[in-house]
Every structure is written in structure tokens, then in C-alpha cells.
């Protein structure tokens, strides 16, 4: 299955570009941040009126033009690669570095970003369009309870599968977190203050940064949840201090280690060491020796999910169980984590009641209770916490925690006395500032936020980034990711200037925002920075429809009225292409003969990079650089 993204109505039916710019000039979204809606209403008519061109006319002159024909590759500098090499050498990959001044992401880092969100979409595809060998494992393992061939595979299995792989990619992130978590503490014990080894939430994350070693680099699967659990900058940082790695706050994402730089477009030469994860030509996702032996000894587990998986079932498929403790007689009990018998007790099953001996009905907000109250009882034994209490802003933190202290000082709770989280938190003033961080998590998993719904609402970004495949983009480094990057460094400044709204971010600004979350030591800092934030900004994926769609309406409202600038719009390619062509000195009095030029160049390099995609995605022969500019040197050709 291979993507090949659609261009928007606007760009491929000319004849109703004026109809179209009067609907944007009504809905207050223009196209173009070089026009107003009415300035490019005016320009179009304008020009056709002078020029005498009808649109149907127009129309059916495009219509009798040739399509270009691409010759393949001739040698290695003619292999289109993605990201293109010019946006992978733009400002640099490494976030390694001291502390100072901060700045947004590079062009290089939002560009390799798009690459890894791609190799995650190809990740996610297999399991939900799975394969022979894997639909009679996995039916066979999740206890469907048929024979193999009485097994209908479709959209709902493959969700559920998904579901199940993450879940599993869940606990073996905990295995490999720990393992680099005690290593990074123990590597940046002397960078703290007087060498005493002693860090406090509010002295911030270290001032060092560095980039995760390239032999400690996990599995795609394991990276993927790594990368939605720092997509939630406050949960992400309180969990560091919490599980007394705070250590990794001053880790960045390795991107050096996932793709390294070479000569000649990126293309490694055959004599060069091959230290890089993923292939730019077919984006494949592959470890070094170094970095699988450190897996393998770290978690004593196979870097391939399914082969662990396969490993471990020996006579007959079977999956992971989950180990779950009673919280009123501390019965363990095995629970599986799926299954396709939707009448079965599991993990992820709607409505969980795990009968125990005892009589206690075991679910999933019981569970989350039973969290809360042993960390009330660590916190009145002179402990530093609970969830929630770590993060920004610390005096709010630090009362929670006297409050608790003086509310059960005398009558520590107990099942019978606060059987739920709304009874353990109804005497702090607002709740939910804490509930958040005890929502129900998976019984493998330290993190203060369930991980697999973390690593599913990345999804919907990922989906968009598919779709769009800015990857591809025939303006990516000359014009989408520059006008992002700008964007964002305005977008921040929102933040101080209109202090307790919700800012609801573009397409294009959420890349650089997520790709600088990436770094959660740069980013605590840019935040605090006056001509940013002047605070840490969290970053809340879980907000209802409605809210973002308001937000979104008042961000846009805020945005153009502080920087005189558009915020929404289209992002397909042939909107990006012309954004890049519009510039200020070009009016409406243009030769038609040479807009019509143009628009087909448009079309050429939408045609060209979707073939590219379309042969990458299929295997087949490669289409050549070479070739588009031999076509853009032809000019069009009458059919």
C-alpha cells in the first residue's frame, strides 16, 4: 500500500479559483500570508479581464498538455531521497550542547522528524493489515477460540492487534528505560550542583544536554513509545523526577543516531561504516550490531516484537499476561492483555470487573486508586510525592503535598474509607490538577500516564503527516518548514501576550512544536524565556473537539491581528508550491502566458514527486532527478 497524496480542489480545478477565493474571504482564511483574500480576488479578475483568457478556455489549454514522462536514475547523486539533503544539512541535526540562549528546532531536526513519524506510520501498518504468519499467530494467541481459517480478519482485529503491540512495546520500553535511566544518572551525577548527586524538580533539568548514545538507540517499537511519553512535556518531566531519573530531562532525541550525515546526498558510501537506523531511500528502520547486542542484554528480549513474541510461546502461540494485584487482599492474578473473544475478561476490554476470592470486584479505576493511596502513604512517611507534584509550577506541587500531610496525618486512607480517586482527592481545592496523572495505566508501566493512550493519540499526527507527506514535498526545505519555523517562534510569543488561553496550533507549527518537545531540556528553558512564554507550557493532546475547534478560531484571530499575518490554510503540495511562487513584486498585470507556465511546473513537480513516492512505496525501478529538470528544461509539450 503506498501513499500518494491528493492535491486540494483549489489546485486542481483552475476554473474555480475565484469562486473558491470568495469563500475563503468570507471564513476569514486566505491562502497566502504575501496577499489578503480580496487583494488576490482582485488580481485574478484583474488579469483575466485584461488578458481576455475565459476559464473554461484556460482549462482546456492545460488539459492539452503532454504528461511528463521521468527517466530513471542515473547513478547515486540522481536517487531522490527523503528528507531532501538540503533540509537534513539546514541548521544541523545534534541538540547536543550547553544551555544558553534558546532557540526553535532546526530545519534539519522537523525534517528528520517527518522521516521517523513516516517509519512509524510503515511500523503501525503491518499489524493492522497484517500478513498470513501473523494473523494465525495472533489469532491463535488472543484466544479467538476458532481454527485459523474460521478467522474473519478485518479493520476491528487489526485495531485490536495494534492495540495489543503497543501495549507489549509498553513493557518493554520499561525494561529498556530503567537499564539507560541508571546508566544517564549515573553519567550525569557529577554535572550536578556541589557533586552531590541531589536534584530538585524546581532547580529545572540539567544545563548539559546530550544526545542518547547511538549504541543505546531501542527497537522502532520501544523509540515510538519513548516519543509519545516526551509528547507530554509535563508528565514526562514529573515521571523523571518521580522514578529518580531526572537525569533524562537533559537526554535529547538521538538524531544523529537515527540517521547520520554523509556526502553525496546522503547516500552512504558501500566502504563507509553503516551507522545509521534508517535508510532515506526506502525508510526502513534497521539497528546496528552495537545497538541490538545493548537491547538484547538490557532487556533480555529479541529487537523484533514478533520474534520475541514467537520466541516465547513455544508448543502453542500465546502473549505477554499482566500481573495484576488485588488492592484488598494483594491476590496476584494473570490477565491477558486482548483477546478477540470481546465476552472475555482482558486488558483492554471496555468495563474491566476481575472477580477476586475475596469478593472484591478488581477494575480499572480501582486499580488507579489503589496508585494513589500507596503514594500518599510513601508522602506521609517523609516522601517526595505523589504524581503531579514534580512538574511546573512547583509551589503548587509542594502545597498538594503539606496539604495531604496535614489532612491524613492522624487517619491514613484505606480501601473502605476512599475506595476511589474522587474520594482521595475531594479535600484538595482543585482536583484536577492531580487526576490526570492517575488515570488508569498499564500494570507494567511506572510512567504517571498510560503510555499505550499516549502512543494512540499520536496516531491522528501521524496519519496527517502520511497523508500530506511533507516529506515529499517539492518545497519542504525552501518554503514549508522555513514559514513553520517562523510560525512557531510567533505562535510562543501568543503565550505571554494573552496569558490563560489555550493556543491551538497549525499543522505545520504542531511538527516544529512536537520535534521541540523531542529535547525536553532546550524546551523547559525556550518556555521560561520572556521573549517566548515566560513559563513552561505543557502540551495537552487530550483536549475535546470543541475546544480545540474554538481555540483554533481565536488563535487564528490572535495571530493575524498581533503579526499581521495568516495562520490557517491549505498544506497539500500544490498550495505549498505556490505560496513559494507568490511573492510581493509580482502583480496582477502578469502575461497570462506565463502564469499558465507555471501552473504547469506546479503540476510537473507534484507529478514527479508522487512518482517518487509511488515506485519507493512499490519497489519498483526509481524515477531521477535528472529527469525533472530535463522536463522543466523542455517546457510543456502539446499532446
Known amino acids: 500500500m503506498f501513499n500518494v497524496p491528493e492535491v486540494c480542489r483549489r489546485a486542481a480545478e483552475t476554473a474555480e479559483i475565484v469562486s473558491e477565493l470568495k469563500s475563503k474571504m468570507q471564513h476569514k482564511k486566505p491562502l497566502t500570508s504575501s496577499r489578503s483574500p480580496l487583494q488576490q480576488l482582485l488580481r485574478r479578475v484583474r488579469k483575466r479581464s485584461n488578458n481576455n483568457i475565459d476559464d473554461n478556455e484556460e482549462e482546456q489549454e492545460e488539459d492539452d498538455y503532454a504528461p511528463p514522462e521521468f527517466a530513471g536514475v542515473e547513478g547515486e547523486r540522481d ?176 538524531w544523529e543516531a537515527i540517521v547520520s550525515l554523509h556526502r553525496r546526498h546522503l547516500i552512504s558510501n558501500t566502504n563507509r561504516k553503516q551507522n545509521k537506523a534508517i535508510d532515506l531511500k526506502t525508510l526502513d528502520y534497521t539497528l546496528s550490531a552495537d545497538a541490538e547486542t545493548f537491547f538484547r542484554v538490557a532487556t533480555s528480549q529479541d529487537v523484533d516484537v514478533f520474534a520475541q513474541l514467537k520466541k516465547e510461546s513455544f508448543s502453542k502461540p500465546r502473549l505477554p499476561m499482566l500481573e495484576i494485584i488485588c488492592p484488598k487482599c494483594e491476590h496476584e492474578h494473570e490477565l491477558p492483555i486482548a483477546s478477540l473473544d470481546l465476552t472475555a475478561n482482558s486488558w483492554h476490554k471496555p468495563g474491566l470487573s476481575l472477580g477476586c476470592a475475596c469478593g472484591f470486584a478488581i477494575t480499572h479505576d480501582s486499580l488507579c486508586a489503589e496508585r494513589l493511596r500507596q503514594d500518599y502513604k510513601q508522602v506521609l512517611a517523609g516522601g517526595p510525592g505523589i504524581r503531579g507534584t514534580f512538574s511546573p509550577p512547583f509551589e503548587r506541587g509542594s502545597a498538594i503535598n503539606t496539604l495531604i500531610k496535614e489532612t491524613f496525618v492522624s487517619t491514613p486512607p484505606t480501601l473502605s474509607t476512599h475506595p476511589t480517586v474522587a474520594n482521595l482527592l475531594s ?23 498510560s503510555l499505550t493512550a499516549a502512543v494512540i493519540r499520536q496516531e491522528t499526527f501521524v496519519d496527517k503527516m502520511h497523508h500530506f507527506l511533507w516529506l515529499r514535498s517539492p518545497t519542504l526545505s525552501t518554503g514549508t518548514l522555513p514559514r513553520a519555523r517562523e510560525k512557531y517562534t510567533n505562535f510562543f510569543r501568543l503565550f505571554s501576550l494573552f496569558p490563560g488561553e489555550i493556543m491551538v496550533p497549525t499543522l505545520d507549527l504542531d511538527l516544529f512544536w512536537h520535534t521541540h518537545q523531542l529535547t525536553p531540556a532546550r524546551y523547559y528553558y525556550f518556555c521560561l524565556q520572556p521573549s517566548a512564554a515566560g513559563r513552561f ?92 529538470e530535463k522536463v522543466l528544461a523542455e517546457g510543456p509539450k502539446r499532446r
Open 537 to 628: 507550557i505543557d502540551h495537552n493532546d487530550k483536549l475535546p473537539t470543541g475546544v480545540l475547534d474554538n481555540g483554533f478560531e481565536r488563535t487564528g484571530e490572535r495571530y493575524r491581528d498581533t503579526f499581521g499575518l495568516d495562520y490557517g490554510g491549505c498544506f497539500c503540495w500544490a498550495c505549498e508550491i505556490e505560496r513559494d511562487e507568490l511573492t510581493p513584486d509580482r502583480g496582477w498585470w502578469m502575461h497570462a502566458r506565463r502564469e499558465r507556465k507555471k501552473r504547469w511546473e506546479r503540476r510537473v513537480k507534484i507529478a514527479f514527486w508522487r512518482e517518487v513516492e509511488r515506485h519507493r512505496s512499490t519497489g519498483g525501478e526509481q524515477v531521477g532527478l535528472k529527469g525533472l
Open 427 to 449: 479535600f484538595l481545592p482543585n482536583p484536577q490538577q492531580v487526576a490526570p496523572f492517575y488515570l488508569p495505566t498499564s500494570p507494567q508501566s511506572s510512567a504517571c500516564i
Open 79 to 254: 536517487v531522490p531521497v527523503a528528507p531532501p539533503a538540503e533540509a537534513l544539512k539546514a541548521g544541523g541535526l545534534s541538540a547536543a550542547g550547553v544551555i544558553g540562549e534558546e532557540q526553535v528546532p532546526t530545519i534539519a531536526q522537523a525534517a528528520l522528524h517527518l522521516g521517523l513519524l513516516e517509519v512509524f506510520w510503515k511500523y503501525k501498518d503491518q499489524f493492522l493489515r497484517p500478513g498470513d504468519e501473523m494473523k494465525a499467530f495472533f489469532s491463535a494467541a488472543m484466544g479467538s477460540g476458532k481454527e485459523v481459517g474460521e478467522v474473519v480478519w478485518g479493520d476491528t482485529q487489526g485495531v485490536l492487534l495494534w492495540r495489543t503491540v503497543v501495549e507489549i512495546a509498553v513493557g518493554r520500553f520499561e525494561a529498556w528505560w530503567k537499564v539507560v535511566g541508571r546508566e544517564t544518572e549515573a553519567a550525569k551525577l557529577g554535572e550536578r550542583e556541589g557533586g552531590s548527586g541531589r536534584w530538585e524538580p524546581k532547580d529545572g533539568p540539567g544545563k548539559k544536554v546530550t544526545e542518547l548514545p547511538a549504541e543505546m538507540l531501542p527497537p522502532v517499537d520501544v523509540l515510538m513509545v519513548w516519543h509519545s511519553f516526551m509528547l507530554n512535556p509535563r508528565c514526562y518531566y514529573d515521571g523523571c523526577f518521580a522514578l529518580g531519573v531526572p537525569g533524562m530531562l537533559a537526554v535529547a532525541f538521538p
